[in-house]
């Protein structure tokens, strides 16, 4: 491990020159010798917080800030604050976590940065040591997308398999559990969730036949409390809906955080696509690959799961996050699951037992085209790729909405959806699993979506009915998280390197950053330290945009795109 202290500044000039601007507030440096505990009844809390405590703010992972600072009226007058460069030009993902004044940040290749979350003054670093062969089989791009608070510790998942434990005011390493081996399929990029002194964390390792899982360590010792297979065994309830062995190598990653709900003590996770892709080879529904698992937090017993895509054969995940909330539907108060697929499909499910409530496209979709009454997926047989034959459907494999996050302002009743309009080619090939090498049995290429202006729009969409409310539409990809506030703002940012404030009403672009250094694919966060809010997002293109994008990424406006991570946190002076 490299950890790296540094010591505090002395006054406002050291500050300023750490920082790459002064902000608005080194009047309070010596502060940040007092750090917060995080407990669980803040954690539980977190949504009113001054902080932003975990990756999508709160439990219910609806990145919806009560803050009224900074106003649709107002806005204009966003200013930089700070920035921070990182020195990486590999993508950045992760979103800026705020207690008091510490910020946590978290880089490509697993550096965790400590700064001082008005100045920007740094604390203190800390770069996981990662062998060649933990990089081997990262699926799409070497990223991180964000730490968790518990206590006086902060946890961060790694490339290679571990969870490290950080004391949160220096650095130091407190504990490092090692989940599995490196670099023969298995890595780790998803942001931890803390529920009940338990650090929960998923694996990735869909695209190289891993069999994956989501486990829960103790937030003091990382002693494992319990682990959860997304793949049962033949003789677990669901096994039978995989051929004889297919389990040991079946993909079904969870590389993105959960939601939990305390009234019902529920943890909900994501479950990514099957392997190998080609759907010919393992023949049935392939639970719980493209679900959503209700989980108790307790032991990771499984209460009831809901597929969005049944033998997939287009690498339509699940993982999507999933946001609570309650909702209207045919005339009565439902507690609510809301999910954008990467199918195209934006879903509302009773979040206390699993039951299906609508879902409507909120993209153009040829493969999954519709749904049974109980929410059973309709599926094109057609568009089912095999060697020799191509297709041609939509949404891409990347999906109507990738891992890019969306938010919710539950007053107005609006889920905030960042959309990709991307189709494509794609064709089956012979596979045979081999540990640490791609298990996938298909080619394929992007294409433009039919009748589509662009790859990219930001869209407003009605919780209680799936039904569009407002868009704004790119001509680029739009890969960038969203963030609302009880002001009536959205933010996030452009590939281009614009950050952005929408109206949440009607969509208008009420305020527009210079270019950025980067394009920006970073989780937006916002908070308020010594009476001032702050809005927080990271530049730094990358991600699987770039790598696997085909036509869209080899556009002359996406390939031009600079490289290179800044952090970038803006306040009204």
Not at 114 to 138: C, E, F, I, M, N
Not at 199 to 209: I, P, T
Not at 513 to 541: C, F, N, R
Request: glycine share 10%; charged share 20%; with cysteine.
């Amino acid at each position: 491990m490299t950890t790296k202290r540094h010591r505090h500044a002395s006054g406002l000039v050291l500050a300023c020159a750490i920082a790459t601007t002064c902000g608005l507030s080194a009047t309070s440096q010596a502060a940040t010798s007092d750090y917060p505990a995080v407990t669980q009844q803040r954690l539980l809390h977190a949504e009113s917080d001054s902080g932003w405590l975990m990756y999508r703010r709160a439990y219910n992972s609806n990145a919806y800030a009560p803050f009224k600072q900074i106003t649709p009226e107002n806005v204009k007058d966003l200013k930089t604050a700070f920035t921070y460069k990182t020195g990486l030009k590999q993508g950045h993902e992760g979103a800026p976590i705020v207690n008091g004044h510490y910020m946590f940040i978290t880089t490509p290749l697993d550096h965790l940065v400590a700064l001082d979350s008005t100045s920007g003054k740094v604390l203190w670093t800390y770069k996981k040591p990662l062998s060649k062969r933990a990089l081997k089989t990262v699926c799409c791009d070497v990223v991180n997308r964000g730490a968790a608070l518990f206590g006086d510790n902060v946890y961060m998942a790694t490339l290679d398999n571990h969870v490290v434990a950080l004391d949160a005011k220096t650095g130091k390493v407190q504990w490092d559990k090692k989940l599995q081996d490196p670099g023969v399929g298995y890595a780790m990029t998803v942001a931890p969730l803390i529920v009940d002194d338990k650090v929960v964390v998923g694996e990735s390792g869909g695209e190289y036949g891993a069999r994956d899982f989501i486990v829960a360590l103790d937030a003091k010792t990382g002693k494992q409390v319990w682990k959860r297979y997304t793949v049962p065994t033949p003789n677990e309830p669901n096994g039978d809906t995989w051929p004889k062995g297919a389990y040991k190598h079946a993909g079904a990653p969870a590389w993105l955080t959960g939601s939990y709900d305390p009234e019902t003590h529920t943890l909900f996770w994501g479950v990514g696509n099957p392997g190998p892709w080609l759907a010919k080879l393992r023949p049935g529904k392939n639970l719980y690959s493209d679900s959503v698992l209700a989980l108790d937090p307790d032991t990771g017993k499984i209460k009831w799961h809901y597929q969005y895509t049944e033998h997939d054969t287009w690498d339509y995940d699940g993982v999507n996050h999933s946001v609570l909330a309650d909702i209207t539907f045919k005339g009565k108060r439902v507690k609510a699951l809301l999910h954008a697929d990467r199918n195209g499909w934006f879903y509302a499910l009773d979040r206390t037992n699993g039951k299906f409530l609508y879902a409507e496209p909120f993209t153009k979709v040829t493969s999954v085209t519709d749904h049974k009454a109980d929410g059973e997926p309709i599926e094109n047989q057609a568009l089912y790729p095999d060697v020799g034959k191509e297709i041609f459907t939509c949404p891409s494999f990347l999906g109507g909405k990738n891992w890019w996050p969306m938010a919710i302002n539950p007053k107005e009743g609006l889920a905030f959806v960042p959309t990709l309009h991307a189709c494509m080619t794609m064709k089956g090939t012979s596979v045979a699993y081999m540990a640490g090498l791609p298990y996938l049995g298909e080619t394929f290429k992007i294409k433009p979506e039919p009748g589509s202006k662009g790859w990219g729009e930001v869209q407003a969409i009605d919780i209680n009915n799936g039904k569009q409310v407002w868009s704004y539409k790119s001509k680029l990809p739009w890969n960038d998280g969203m963030v609302a506030t009880a002001s009536g703002l959205v933010f996030s940012g452009s590939i281009d390197g614009h950050f952005m404030a929408f109206d949440g009403k009607t969509g208008k672009v009420l305020w527009k950053s210079p270019k950025l250094a980067s394009g920006i694919i970073g989780v937006p966060t916002t908070y308020e330290v010594d009476g001032h809010q702050y809005v927080a997002v990271m530049a730094g293109w990358g991600g699987a945009t770039p790598i696997w994008g085909g036509q869209m990424a080899q556009a002359k406006a996406v390939a031009d795109i600079p490289r290179g991570g800044e952090l970038y946190v803006f306040a009204i002076k």
